[in-house]
């Protein structure tokens, strides 16, 4: 089945650590994307790239990097540089030519 | 800049009564609508959405919105619902530019009630 994972679905932090959400697609979409969802707060655009080798940052970027070295994947670091890190990170993908998106389901990350 | 507001961020509904949940957007070019919806703890799911043509759209399980230009809305309708539509939805909207970046609203958190 084609589609988006991410892993892990559930990761804890502690405060100063470096760790990276993973997301991997078998779509063959050339666009991806992190968002980052805090409740009330909708989905906040953290990093997005369109072809292998370039990433834009988006609305959010501090405190997070990313790597695009091949089409299928799309890893997030968080960063000891961001200071609040607790949140839901979602992973999508979007085709060439097509308006919408397609999302992976999630990894919920949580500093203790 | 695009933006979408939604205007409500709970409604709770009877079973089997109709709902409507309000999305405005701003933004200064010609835009592509969606309503995604999200279950507990899992990604999001896309309902329907506007690209062009009849302004008014039909989507997954029974639900319709209706794009007004004029008045930059796309309320999102369902005449009946059932317990499996509590959930989350969000609203969004993308100007087809600068990588087709989706912007979202804040959510509206459905609770249907028997």
């Known amino acids: 089945d084609g589609g988006i994972t991410q892993s892990p679905k559930y990761l804890f932090r502690k405060e100063g650590q470096n760790v990276t959400l993973s997301c991997e697609q078998n779509?063959?979409?050339?666009?991806m994307y992190w968002y980052r969802q805090d409740p009330g707060q909708g989905l906040r655009l953290i990093y997005y790239?369109?072809?292998?080798?370039?990433?834009q940052k988006g609305d959010i970027a501090e405190g997070y990097s990313v790597s695009r070295e091949k089409k299928e994947s799309f890893p997030l670091t968080v960063t000891s540089a961001q200071k609040n890190p607790t949140a839901f990170y979602l992973c999508?993908?979007?085709?060439?030519?097509?308006?919408?998106?397609?999302f992976g389901s999630g990894t919920r990350l949580t500093v203790v | 800049a695009q933006s979408v507001t939604q205007l409500d961020s709970q409604v709770p509904v009877f079973e089997e009564a109709p709902v409507e949940l309000r999305c405005n957007y701003s933004s200064s070019v010609s835009v592509y609508l969606f309503w995604y919806v999200q279950y507990p703890n899992q990604g999001l799911q896309l309902l329907l959405k506007y690209l062009s043509g009849s302004t008014l759209v039909k989507g997954i399980n029974g639900f319709e919105a209706e794009f007004n230009k004029s008045q930059t809305s796309f309320h999102l309708r369902k005449p009946s619902v059932h317990i499996s539509d509590t959930a989350e939805y969000f609203c969004?909207?993308?100007?087809?530019?600068?990588?087709?970046?989706?912007?979202f609203g804040g959510g509206t958190r459905v609770l249907v009630k028997p």
């Open positions: 969004a909207v993308s100007e087809g530019t600068a990588g087709n970046k989706l912007t």
């Open positions: 999508a993908t979007r085709d060439v030519g097509a308006s919408g998106y397609t």
């Open positions: 779509l063959n979409h050339d666009a």
């Open positions: 790239s369109q072809i292998v080798n370039d990433f």
